[in-house]
């Protein structure tokens, strides 16, 4: 057999942002903390307080695969999965900006069973279960990096060059091109199924494990034009 799947996706996002007990800094800085989220010179990971939404097709999948028992109330199957990557990937500007597909194509292979063991009248029982696992290669994404020895969220600290007494954006300096390689992803599913004439009652557990990502600059290191340091007024740390 042979199957095609081209998802349709609408993807939706409201992160709902309130702030009150709002106190004027001056004219010349963000007076809120959404604007302060939202500023126009940050090129990325901004905050948006609206909704922000995504309509578009998600990866195609391209199975090809071989029935070997289909009787005596069994069936059991074996396939191969192609993986075509159809998104953008992460354009880094917003933070949990909406997302559809992405830019690493895959293989996969995989089997599923489906057991009827019970059949009485108008009433059957039957077991089905998939195990699959497919492997994504690498590809070239924009993503925000937080510095190693200062924790999550150091993306957005202010950073200055050596020789520099102006500070820098950290989330424009720390958002960089990098080659990722999401690896592999195994997923087993398995569910009990009554049905007793037009009515279908279901249970069963999703187990989904995957393989930590590699991440590693696109770009050669330039240490002459990355010599920079945590801003400080007093001095460059």
């Known amino acids: 057999f042979f199957q095609v799947s081209v998802p349709i996706v609408h993807v939706r996002h409201e992160l709902k942002i309130k702030e009150f007990d709002k106190k004027a800094l001056s004219s010349s800085s963000p007076n809120t ?3 302060a989220l939202t500023r126009d010179d ?3 990971g901004k905050f948006d307080p609206h909704r922000m939404y995504k309509d578009g097709i998600d990866d195609a999948l391209f199975r090809l695969g071989y029935s070997y028992k289909n009787k005596n109330r069994f069936y059991g199957a074996v396939y191969g999965d ?3 990557p ?3 990937g992460p354009s880094a500007k917003y933070v949990f900006e909406p997302i559809i597909g992405s830019v690493h194509p895959g293989l996969g292979l995989g089997s599923s069973v489906d057991w009827l063991f019970y059949v009485k009248k ?3 029982v039957s077991v089905i279960g998939d195990v699959r696992y497919h492997y994504r290669f690498g590809a070239k994404e924009l993503r925000s990096l937080d510095l190693k020895a200062n924790g999550p969220w150091s993306r957005y600290l202010l950073l200055v060059r050596r020789k520099g007494v102006r500070p820098l ?5 720390l958002t960089r091109a990098v080659d990722v390689l999401p ?3 195994f997923q087993l599913f398995g569910s009990l199924h009554y049905q007793h004439k037009e009515v279908h009652i279901e249970g069963g557990y999703n187990l989904y494990a995957r393989a930590r ?4 600059f696109h770009d050669s290191w330039d240490q002459q034009a990355e010599d920079v340091g945590i801003y400080s007024k007093t001095s460059y740390v």
């Open 33 to 35: 903390i959404l604007q």
């Open 82 to 84: 192609i993986i075509a």
């Open 213 to 216: 990502e590699a991440v590693e």
């Open 86 to 88: 159809l998104g953008d």
């Open 183 to 185: 690896r592999g992803a």
């Open 169 to 173: 954006d950290g989330i424009n300096f």
């Open 42 to 44: 940050w090129n990325y």
């Open 122 to 124: 108008s009433s059957r």
